[in-house]
Every structure is written in structure tokens, then in C-alpha cells.
């Protein structure tokens, strides 16, 4: 039988800063460049990162077009009530890197969303499982719909889970 705790025993709190920019300069920026321009531009920090990125701690570590590699901090904020990184961060890592990856073939004037997605998870993570490495590949792009698959290694090397994804591929309305 385990003892409740009070509040006041649960230890100080802790806190982690998210700070992000205007993600219309970045959607903004993005109208003018291909796919591939647009991401090695925020890469490159020439267009800010979607907010995203950083409430997940994802950064960009390599692109080529078709395919892309994200890292990902872990830290304990991101766990769930069992204390292992919750899923739902993994599937964004993967729904991320299978976006992007399709994003990397597209055109100027043309954007992508997910149509599905699915994940296996293969092992728990937990914050010393990290960094995480994620890499998305386009299996089949399409003017219509894309197809794209992702895997997270940990900092071991392991896969710790899988990805594949449809998305749907169109024009971006003009305002």
C-alpha cells in the first residue's frame, strides 16, 4: 500500500520556458519557396521554426529532397502519468518527419496535411532515451497524395517506433 502525498510534499515545482515567433512570417516565407527552400530556410534560421518545434524541442538536423532528420530533446516535462515520455509526443516527431518529408518535393504554391497516420511503438522512452533521432522518407509523392514513412531511433540507436502516413497534396488558396 502506498502513502498518499500531500501537495507540499511533492517537491519545488519545475518549469521549462517556451518562447516562439510570429508563425505567419514563416507561412508568409513559405509562399515564395519550394518546399525544400522552406525548410532549409528555417534550418538555416532564415525563416523562424513553426511554434511547434519549440514546445516539442525538435530540431532540423539534415534534408535532402524526399527525405529529412529531426532531433528532439526529451526532458521529464514531457512525460506521461506512468514516467515514460508520453506517446503522443512520438507521434508528432513522426507525423512531423513524414510531413516534411513530403514537403521537401513540393513545389512552390503548394502545401501538404495529413491524411493518416500510423504509428508502432516498439519500446517505452523516457528522458534518458534522448535525444531522439527521427527520419522521414517520401515512399511515393503524388500531385494528389503523398505517401511517407518515418522511424525515432534513441540515442542508443534502437527503433522505438515507426510511422507510415498518407497526405494530401494541394494548391495553396490564394487570399
Known sequence: MTAELAADDWGLPRSRTVTWHDPAITALG????SGLETMQAIRDGELPAPPI???MQFDIVDLAEGRVEFSCVLDESVYN?????HGGL??????TVAGCAVHTTLPQGVAYTSIEL???YLRAVHAGSGPLTAVGTVVKPGRRVAFAEGEVRDS????VAT????LLVFPIPEA
Open 163 to 166: 510511422a507510415s502516413s498518407s
Open 90 to 95: 512520438v507521434c508528432t516527431l513522426l507525423d
Open 53 to 55: 518545434a519549440h514546445l
Open 81 to 85: 502519468p506512468i514516467g515514460v515520455v
Open 30 to 33: 513559405a509562399l515564395e519557396r
Open 156 to 159: 542508443a540507436g534502437r527503433v
Open 118 to 120: 500510423k504509428v508502432n
